[in-house]
């Protein structure tokens, strides 16, 4: 969805919260954030309309959306949204890790779900916008960030099936404590033969609220059998691996191969690709290709897959430990995490937080 008006730049306007939270109250929270529970004192917000473009951007302090009950998105869930981090290097500066990615990701979303294409440049701007005002938010404890989350939505008051003539993009951030509080553990994944998270033609490959809410009833199956994960297969036949509910997936082989499951119903994973990218510069060979869930039992049981992982924002890189669903078993739930999967994890942990030379470029400032 073009506009001739979509790249003009923004002045945002900033309206400064009159009730933040105290010194106090904002340092208990910090001490111990979990994850997406706790929110800054202030949310970015920016208007769309078919005539006007983007336009009246602000950062303004953190509440209600008001909703009109007519609103597209809650009829026709025309909604996409993004997830990065701010990172608090050793220096106090404030980073994030390929921001321009998650921009560019968000626009491919967004031409799936027939929305307006933020340009990347203002989605840039509204996440230095935000930290400008909320910078003291960013923790500084080891494996903490403040968790960022932009999303967009159908905002127009219409219950005709069409793509809304008007839309708002927010930003909203949250501290994000380690995700693993006791240290790096492998997990046992779920495999669901019951429901699909997407097909061939559909929205996949959008990161789209929809396909959280598919996968939902799913991962109870997962939790009820024990496992943290479910793992979902093709739509079509029902044979090919396609990823986590949340997480993309990657196998290792015994002489150090790394194959990633290939589909066009997978969200293209940033955390993924920066793992394989520095699994290249260290001279393995990456194999991006369908997977059959067979060719993944019978690697493991023979011993040539070694290593297996799942990657994503939140916990970057997860081991897998075993798959299990009905009549399939196989890994070991004591299996300890592999020594490649902890030297990329450790790796790419290291360059976002400022320990490890950024060769690639990936690193962004937020806070100049």
């Keep these: 969805m073009k506009n001739?008006?979509?790249?003009?730049?923004?002045?945002?306007?900033?309206?400064?919260?009159?009730?933040?939270?105290?010194?106090e109250e904002r340092d208990a929270i910090l001490a111990n954030p979990g994850f997406g529970?706790?929110?800054?004192?202030?949310?970015?917000?920016?208007?769309?309309?078919?005539?006007g473009g983007w336009h009246r951007p602000r950062v303004q302090p953190y509440g209600p959306?008001?909703?009109?009950?007519?609103?597209?998105v809650l009829h026709y869930a025309q909604e996409i949204f993004e997830g990065l981090k701010a990172f608090r290097h050793q220096d106090g500066s404030i980073w994030s890790f390929r921001p321009e990615a998650n921009g560019a990701r968000l626009q491919r979303s967004a031409r799936r779900?027939?929305?307006?294409?933020?340009?990347?440049?203002?989605?840039?701007?509204?996440?230095?916008?935000?930290?400008?005002?909320?910078?003291?938010?960013?923790?500084?404890?080891?494996?903490?960030?403040?968790y960022l989350r932009p999303f967009m939505f159908a905002k127009e008051a219409f219950l005709g099936v069409r793509a809304a003539k008007k839309v708002n993009y927010y930003v909203i951030a949250s501290p994000a404590g380690a995700?693993?509080?006791?240290g790096v553990a492998p997990v046992s994944i779920w495999i669901s033969t019951n429901f699909t998270r997407a097909g061939k033609g559909g929205t996949g490959a959008a990161k789209t609220g929809g396909n959280y809410a598919s996968s939902l009833i799913a991962q109870q199956e997962a939790a009820e059998q024990g496992c943290a994960q479910v793992l979902f297969l093709d739509a079509e036949e029902?044979?090919?691996?396609?990823?986590?509910?949340?997480?993309?997936?990657?196998?290792?082989?015994?002489?150090?191969?790394?194959?990633?499951?290939?589909?066009?119903?997978?969200?293209?994973?940033?955390?993924?690709?920066?793992v394989l990218q520095l699994a290249e510069d260290r001279g393995h060979t990456v194999e991006r290709r369908r997977v059959t869930l067979e060719e993944w039992r019978e690697g493991v049981e023979s011993g040539e897959?070694?290593?297996?992982?799942?990657?994503?924002?939140?916990?970057?890189?997860?081991?897998?430990?075993?798959?299990?669903?009905?009549?399939?078993?196989?890994?070991?739930?004591?299996?300890?995490?592999?020594?490649?999967?902890?030297?990329?994890?450790?790796?790419?942990?290291?360059i976002q937080y400022g320990r490890r030379d950024d060769k690639h470029g990936w690193m962004m400032r937020l806070d100049a």
């Design 305 to 350: 897959i070694t290593e297996m992982f799942a990657c994503g924002t939140a916990a970057v890189i997860t081991p897998i430990a075993m798959l299990k669903g009905d009549g399939v078993e196989f890994g070991s739930a004591d299996a300890p995490a592999g020594e490649l999967t902890m030297s990329l994890r450790e790796e790419l942990t290291d």
């Design 4 to 23: 001739l008006l979509a790249d003009r730049p923004l002045t945002f306007m900033v309206k400064k919260n009159q009730e933040p939270r105290s010194v």
């Design 113 to 146: 779900m027939a929305l307006p294409e933020l340009p990347v440049p203002a989605f840039i701007d509204s996440l230095k916008q935000l930290i400008a005002v909320d910078g003291d938010w960013v923790p500084s404890a080891p494996e903490t960030s403040l």
């Design 65 to 72: 959306i008001q909703l009109d009950p007519a609103a597209s």
């Design 37 to 51: 529970v706790n929110f800054t004192d202030h949310m970015v917000d920016i208007c769309w309309s078919e005539m």
């Design 238 to 274: 029902g044979k090919y691996i396609e990823e986590l509910g949340g997480m993309n997936v990657v196998l290792v082989k015994k002489d150090g191969t790394l194959i990633t499951p290939q589909s066009e119903s997978i969200l293209e994973g940033i955390t993924r690709d920066s």
């Design 179 to 182: 995700y693993f509080t006791g």
